[in-house]
């Protein structure tokens, strides 16, 4: 597994960064790895309020729907548009297929590092 | 082959409607449409081709064994069929005098009565026109018993983990807020986690008992209390009835109300067959806000619609799928009061005599004493040979089996869902054990035959995911614009 040191990880399979005063939200490799293909996305829009720890938007692969959680608690900055009409780019580059910018970050979920989350999918493989 | 469309040449028509035999009546010019609707124009003949050959590649209950997991795909006896095609069913109108439909009425008031026995339940509305619209109908119920009582904090409704994935997709619907619950090491809720989820503002709790994962919670009536004295109501997804009918009622475990899938669980067709029809029952309290109508009987022994004092209005026009309700009650009085009890007694007979012949073959996901459905984990065959839960059930279908359910429920890694039904005979589910043994020792001696199956069927595998993120949903004219 190859998860990027410089992000932090959620244990619900989120990736986050921060970026320009930004936080950056994506999907981890072991998530896109279990849902398989993934065909529909469900995000918020720019202005929302997201809560650490609660969903934010869904993913729909061909076997099942899944709730996507968001690690910090903060205002919708940006949403990857582009990525709602190619939802492929998940599965093909998930580090950099982000999801959403979330800016006035207020707190964040319990976050790990690339080596405490890959103990988790360990345990969960 | 060819789609109907293509099928078509410029004037080949069938001439099929009679000559006009009231007076005519010219429509503002307006209204009419300038062109033609692009209707495909192709003889009776080529129609009739079209259809037969279409049915010739589909796999139906007729066809062979279906152990779809979760769906009940029972043999529908053909009694049934002939009683929904009695001419004093098909040719009569939802708008004619009520004395003219006593018949009919007295139908849905019979199958009425009979479903509230085998349900616990006290009335029952059957305009819900299959299981996840009678979920739907169910939580309004919910909500407007909240609303009555000016209770408006109660936004939250509890579905388990392992619950079908309408359950929480109708409370979506319905306005409220999903709390999920996990499962327990058996398979049951966690009544921990219940006990911290539930709070003033719980509206409800929605579950399905056997869960399905095939197993009966053993603390139903504790999962009950606790949503009860929180101030919520309890739901019961009739999904799963197909194990229990005769031996225990939802009402008796302390559910409020309820949906039946009559195309599940009382042999009316189902899976591109049906219609449906899903019939939502619930206790006395509850009966002031059912849809209109219901049906009552005055003293002088006459049928007639009545009307909710409170009712939360139509759900879907008139009376539901009516025909589906003529089969259903056909279904009951055929199999009567012992017949009813047999029919889920033995279901849940097959489906531990085929999990007991699979063991040892394949992982049971909780291995013990089944309802009429079981889960196998194809999880450590994956890891041992690479064949996964899709490449089995598409080996199945060589052997002229339906696949069971697959990825399903989400708990399970690798799930295999099978549920066969007390309609088959222990010949079939002997021939259908052997089948999935012989499929579990190509797993392990030729992994890349399985990875490419089927191979004798017409079509291979289909691209689902093309097929999700580019649907193809008419068709397409050369000159479209």
Redesign the interface.
Known sequence: MNNPKELKYTKTHEWVKEEDGLFVVGLTDFAQDALGDIVFLNLPLVGDEVTAGEVFGDVESVKAVSDVYSPVTGKVAAVNEELLENTAMINEDCYNAWLIKVEDVTGTEELLDAEAYEEVCANEA | MKLLFELSKENRKMNLIPPCDVPEYSFDETLLRKEELRLPQISEVDLSRHYTRLAKQAHGVNDGFYPLGSCTMKYNPRIDEEAAALEGFTAIHPLQPQSTLQGALQVIYEARELLCEITGMDDMTFQPAAGAHGEYTGLLLIRKYHQSRNDTKRVNIIVPDSAH?TNPASATMAGFKVINVSSNENGGVDLEALRNAVGEDTAGLMLTNPNTLGLFDPNILEITRIVHEAGGLCYYDGANMNAIMGTVRPGDMGFDCMHLNLHKTFGTPHGGGGPGSGPVGCKEFLKKFLPKYTVSKNMDGNYYLDVAENSMGKVRSFYGNFLVVVKALTYIKSLGKEGIKEASCNAVLNANYLMNKLKGYYDVAYDQICMHEFVLSLDKMKHETGVSAMDVAKQSLDFGIHPPTM??P?IVHEALMLEPTETESKETLDEAAEIFIEIARMAHEDPEYLHEAPHNCLIRRPD??EA??KPILRYEFENDQ
Do not use: Q, S
């Open positions: 994935g990825y399903f989400l689902e995911v999700a993120r």
